[in-house]
C-alpha cells in the first residue's frame, strides 16, 4: 500500500510544489516527506488489519496480503515500527508547528477510526468523513505545510485529492463483505442501489473534472509547460467522451462502479499528467530524479494491476458485439 495507495496524488502535488517553488525544499527533505507519507500508508493499513481480522474472515476476505499468517504481536510490533519511522523522518526533515500538529492529529484520527471502542469506522456517516479525510485531504495537506506554501492550492488540491478517487467508492466495492461482516459504512447504510447510483451520477462525474482540474491549474500556474499539460487533459477528455459515447450506444460494456472511462481517466491522470509533472521536474533540475524514480517504482503495481484490464475489456466488448447483432 505504501507504493499502491493514493500515491499519485502525493507525488503530483510533490512535482508541482517543487516546480511552482523552483525547488525550494531540498531533495532530501522532499525525499522525507514522501517516506514518511508511505510509512503512514503503510501505519494505517496495518493498524485496521489488526482490528478487521476477524471482521475480514467473515468476509472471506483472510489471507497473506492482510497479515493473517503473522501473529498479532508482530502486526502490532510493525504498527510501532512505521509509526516511530515516520515520525523520525517528520522531524528529521524540520518542519513547523502547524506541520507536526496536522501531522499528530493524522495519526490521532487514524487511530480512532480503526480502533475500539470508538472504532469510527463502523459508524456510517462518520465513518464516510473520517476515511475521506485520512487518505489523501491530510496527507496532500501535510505536502504543502512541508514546502510552507500556503496558497489556494493548499486547499483546493486537497478537496480535488478526494474527489479524483472517493473513499465512498471503496465502501462501495466492499459492499457485500462488510455486509456480511455486519461492518456499518456508509454505503451499507444506505444501500446497495443508492449507493451506485451515487458513484454512477455523482462520484464517477466528479473524478473526471478533478482530473480535468488538475491538469488545467497546472497548466495555468506553470505557462512554460501549459502546452503538455493541455494536451493531457485533451487527451483525457477525448478518451473519457470517446468511451461515453461506445457506452450509450451499447458498443462497450457497463460497469456500476468502473465503466471504462473511468478506468482509462485513472490511467491517463497516471500518465499524462503526473508522469509528465515529474519529467518536468527531471528536465528542469536533474539532481531531483530520487523522488520521481519513487513515482516510477510506485507505477509498477498500478501497471500491474491496470495491465490485466486492456484484455479483459475487450473480451467483455468482443463478446457484447456478437450479442448485440442477434435479433
Not at 509547460?225 to 457497463?254: H, K, Q
Request: hydrophobic share 50%; aromatic share 14%.
Amino acid at each position: 500500500m505504501a507504493f499502491f495507495g493514493p500515491v499519485e496524488i502525493w507525488y503530483f502535488s510533490v512535482f508541482y510544489l517543487l516546480l511552482v517553488t523552483r525547488f525550494g525544499l531540498p531533495v532530501l527533505e522532499v525525499l522525507a516527506v514522501l517516506g514518511s507519507l508511505m510509512l503512514y500508508e503503510a501505519w494505517g493499513v496495518l493498524l485496521n488489519d489488526i482490528f478487521d481480522r476477524e471482521v475480514d474472515i467473515v468476509a472471506g476476505k483472510s489471507g497473506r496480503k492482510r497479515g493473517h499468517d503473522l501473529g498479532v504481536g508482530v502486526m502490532w510490533g510493525l504498527v510501532l515500527l512505521t509509526a516511530v519511522a515516520s515520525w523520525a523522518l517528520i522531524v528529521l526533515a524540520g518542519g513547523t508547528p502547524l506541520l507536526y500538529g496536522t501531522w499528530a492529529f493524522a495519526y490521532v484520527l487514524g487511530f480512532l477510526y480503526s480502533t475500539p471502542p470508538f472504532r469510527l469506522k463502523d459508524r456510517g456517516t462518520l465513518s464516510l468523513f473520517c476515511n475521506s479525510v485520512l487518505e489523501r485531504p491530510l496527507p496532500v495537506l501535510i505536502i504543502f505545510l512541508f514546502f510552507r506554501y500556503y496558497g489556494p492550492e493548499a486547499v483546493v488540491f486537497p478537496i480535488l485529492s478526494e474527489l479524483v478517487w472517493s473513499v465512498f467508492k471503496h465502501q462501495v466495492h466492499d459492499y457485500h463483505e462488510d455486509l456480511k461482516a455486519n461492518v456499518k459504512t456508509y454505503a451499507v447504510k444506505i444501500g446497495e442501489a443508492a449507493s451506485h447510483k451515487i458513484v454512477k451520477f455523482v462520484v464517477n462525474p466528479l473524478s473526471v473534472a478533478s482530473v480535468l482540474s488538475f491538469a488545467l491549474i497546472a497548466a495555468r500556474t506553470l505557462p512554460q509547460y501549459s502546452g503538455y499539460f493541455l494536451a493531457g487533459a485533451g487527451m483525457t477528455a477525448a478518451g473519457v467522451a470517446g468511451l461515453l459515447v461506445l457506452e450509450r450506444r451499447s458498443l462497450v460494456y457497463t460497469d456500476p462502479l468502473d465503466p471504462p472511462y473511468i478506468l482509462f481517466l485513472n490511467l491517463s491522470f497516471l500518465v499524462t499528467v503526473v508522469l509528465l509533472m515529474g519529467a518536468a521536474v527531471v528536465v528542469t533540475q536533474p539532481a531531483y530524479f530520487p523522488p520521481v524514480a519513487l513515482f516510477l517504482l510506485s507505477l509498477v503495481p498500478h501497471m500491474r494491476y491496470y495491465g490485466p484490464m486492456v484484455p479483459r475489456v475487450l473480451r467483455k466488448v468482443s463478446r457484447q458485439l456478437p450479442a448485440r447483432g442477434r435479433p
